[in-house]
């Protein structure tokens, strides 16, 4: 068990001809914290992952694993167990024997390994695949011998690639909810990158959204750090509160009519008039800024908390059964409301929605967040 | 259960068939010249593929055994064709071996390790492969004459000389292996590293298991390289004990006299250890090795 320290790391593949990858990440990650990676594709999580684990180098800034400087310390001294995005089962060799190949390398006592072995393949349910080779297993089996590998090494730190990316729907869930109790059980530090805001959400005690590196100069790529929940409610800037949320948040442009400490009115450019919940002290009337409510913090009309209202066009009407989604357009943009299953909703007829001064997030030119004073949820 | 097919495809598929057979015949049927003129009385080049009075003399001499001519003289074999045999298949066996270290380790790096002037040396290495060894003898006597000076074990008139020289061919071996390396997902080694596996470990007990079909196909052809080379060969071995086959054979046929009936057996007799090693170096050449490693 360990805890992992990163400290202004910048990761740049080809120093001073392409630009940076990663740029003054900052992480404490504390012993037995399961982290979550979230971002676009191509943000740099992988390769954060694989600088933790020693499989690529650092280009500045310092990695700390359990106190020590880890920079210049080979992968298999770090203690990390690492599950990649391809599996990378040993193809030559049975599952077996991939799950004792790491063991049998360090020269551990053949007893202790036999034992691990059986422990971890009773564990991921592997015991009547043991004998065959990996192109003879389903990706599900073959996502377990990945994690079982890992696994018998008792690492302090165990580093997963988006590891249940090409399961179906069932087997995912299945297998997060093994990986969420394993963790219980064994509650070494995990770091876990994912593209699903469920795996994220559910999984993580702390999430780290990073976003892709632009040239227009930004300080750093890690967004926000901090509980899902935080996260959810307290985003600090546009990119996070566009990214953590499924469907994704919807943002209206404005001004700010009437800063305030508690609440604040905004002009929003298709002229009518809105109350939020946020903190705009530090903002002054007149300045431009984008008001954000998500699609599942909108609530009817008739509702007592709608302190305000927006209309829209209906564009599509999504009707899930438990829930129903309206795609509307909003002064030319798109605005996506959850509603009450089976609402009618014709397209391209008029729609009015409620929206709680409570629920709404506000963000300054920059994209830096105001305080909210208040957390909405809709029961 | 077959798939239904058009006219037109059996057509084809017949035509195909027409087209094989005959280019199969093309190919065979030097081999059985060959056969037929090392069964056939005397040293005739030209006459029946099927001898009409066939005679094992010509076996018998590349044998090594003496045979009695129509006068009643006995003939000893002019030639130790079996030592020869063993001289060739000693080279080549040694030199394939070697070529597949040598040229396996070297994929290595250029497949997996960064360094400066990477694809200059691979280019270079391909260029210089170019060049025809026929045009390099010269350069080839003079720097083994020297090699002898310093260390004549291997240096002219020697085996391990001839294989040395044999290990500078292979370029076109290492562009081949590096090829079939770099299909093999990185991840794997990076996997086997973080389990504590050493560089070597992971090419060693990794990389190399996955890699024997090709593996196998390099050795097969540097075995038939070698085996069947003859400029290099000639210019380097001078002791007709020392000889390999296919050089020694020529012996057969100089202008006094071309001896084809013996100098028939002699090739015929080569052919047979690339043949062997084909078969055996047959069950190595299978595909789907990786299959199931890494998800597609
Ligand atoms: N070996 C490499 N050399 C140069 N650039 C690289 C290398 N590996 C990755 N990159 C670049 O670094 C960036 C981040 O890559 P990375 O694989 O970490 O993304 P990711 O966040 O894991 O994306 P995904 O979600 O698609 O897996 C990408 O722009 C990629 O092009
Ligand atoms: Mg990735």
């Not at chain 1, 068990?1 to 910048?10: E, R, T």
């Not at chain 1, 036999?114 to 297993?137: T, Y």
Request: proline share 5%; with cysteine.
């Amino acid at each position: 068990m360990a805890d992992v320290k990163i400290d202004h790391l910048v990761k740049n593949y080809n120093p001073g001809v392409a630009r940076d990858v990663l740029r003054d990440i900052n992480l404490d990650i504390k012993e037995g914290e399961f982290v979550v990676f979230v971002g676009p594709s191509g943000c740099g999580k992988s390769t954060l992952l694989r600088a933790i684990a020693g499989l690529d180098d650092i280009t500045s800034g310092d990695l700390y694993i359990g106190g020590k400087r880890m920079n210049d310390v080979p992968p298999v001294n770090r203690g990390v167990g690492m599950v990649f995005q391809s599996y990378a089962l040993y193809p030559h060799m049975t599952v077996r024997e991939n799950l004792a190949f790491g063991l049998k390398i360090k020269k551990i006592d053949k007893a202790i390994a036999k034992e691990r072995v059986a422990q971890a393949s009773a564990m991921l349910g592997l015991d009547s695949f043991l004998e065959r080779k990996p192109k003879a297993l389903s990706g599900g089996q073959r996502q377990r011998v990945a994690i079982g590998r890992a696994l018998v090494q008792h690492p302090d730190v165990f580093l997963l690639d988006e590891p249940l990316s090409n399961l179906d729907a069932a087997l995912r869930v299945k297998t997060r909810i093994e990986l969420a109790r394993m963790h219980q059980e064994r509650g070494s530090t995990t770091i876990y990158v994912t593209h699903d805001q469920v795996e994220a959400m559910t999984l993580a005690n702390k999430i780290v959204v990073l976003s892709p590196l632009t040239d227009d100069g930004a300080a750093s790529n890690l967004e926000q750090f901090g509980p899902p929940l935080d996260l959810y409610h307290a985003p600090a800037n546009r990119f996070v509160a566009g990214f953590i949320g499924s469907p994704k948040m919807n943002f209206l442009d404005g001004m700010i009519e009437e800063a305030g400490e508690q609440r604040t009115r905004i002009k929003l450019d298709t002229g009518i008039s809105l109350t939020a919940s946020v903190d705009s002290s530090r903002g002054r009337a007149g300045d431009k800024v984008e008001v954000g409510i998500r699609p599942e913090h909108t609530v009817m009309l008739d509702d007592p908390r709608a302190d305000n209202r927006v209309t829209g066009t209906v564009q599509v009407a999504e009707h899930l059964g438990a829930e129903t989604f309206v795609y509307l357009e909003v002064g030319g943009k798109d605005f996506t409301v959850k509603v009450r299953p089976e609402t009618p909703a014709a397209p391209q007829s008029q729609f009015d929605i409620g929206v709680p001064a409570d629920a709404c997030y506000l963000f300054d030119a920059k994209g830096q967040a105001f305080p909210r004073t208040a957390r909405f949820s809709r029961t | 259960m077959a798939m239904v097919e058009s006219q037109s495809v059996i057509y084809r598929k017949l035509a195909a068939h027409v087209f094989l057979w005959f280019f199969l015949a093309l190919i065979i049927f030097p081999l059985l010249m060959v056969i037929a003129i090392s069964f056939r009385t005397g040293n005739f080049a030209v006459g029946d593929i099927i001898p009409s009075n066939p005679t094992l003399d010509h076996w018998r001499l590349a044998l090594g055994m003496s045979i009695i001519d129509e006068s009643g003289r006995t003939i000893p074999p002019p030639f130790p064709v079996l030592l020869w045999l063993w001289n060739s298949v000693k080279v080549a066996v040694i030199s394939a071996i070697l070529i597949v270290a040598l040229s396996t380790t070297c994929a290595y790096a250029f497949a997996r390790l960064r360094f400066s002037g990477r694809s200059l040396l691979l280019k270079a290495m391909l260029i210089f492969q170019m060049f025809p060894a026929v045009l390099a003898l010269v350069a080839y006597y003079a720097l083994f004459s020297r090699i002898t000076e310093y260390f004549p074990p291997l240096g002219l008139n020697t085996h391990p000389g001839l294989i040395f020289a044999y290990l500078g061919g292979i370029a076109l071996h290492v562009w081949t292996i590096k090829g079939y390396f770099e299909t093999i997902d990185k991840s794997l080694e990076e996997s086997a590293m973080l389990d504590g596996a050493s560089p070597w470990q992971a090419f060693r007990l990794i990389l190399l298991p996955l890699s024997v079909p090709i593996l196998a196909v390099v050795f097969i052809l540097a075995f038939i390289t070698a085996i069947t080379e003859y400029p290099v060969a000639s210019i380097l071995l001078q002791d007709e004990a020392k000889l390999t086959l296919a050089v020694g054979s020529q012996y057969y046929l100089n202008p006094q006299e071309y001896k084809w009936g013996d100098f028939a057996a002699a090739a015929v007799m080569s052919g047979l250890p690339i043949t062997l090693v084909f078969l055996l170096a047959q069950r190595w050449l299978v595909g789907g090795l990786t299959a199931g490693g890494v998800k597609g």
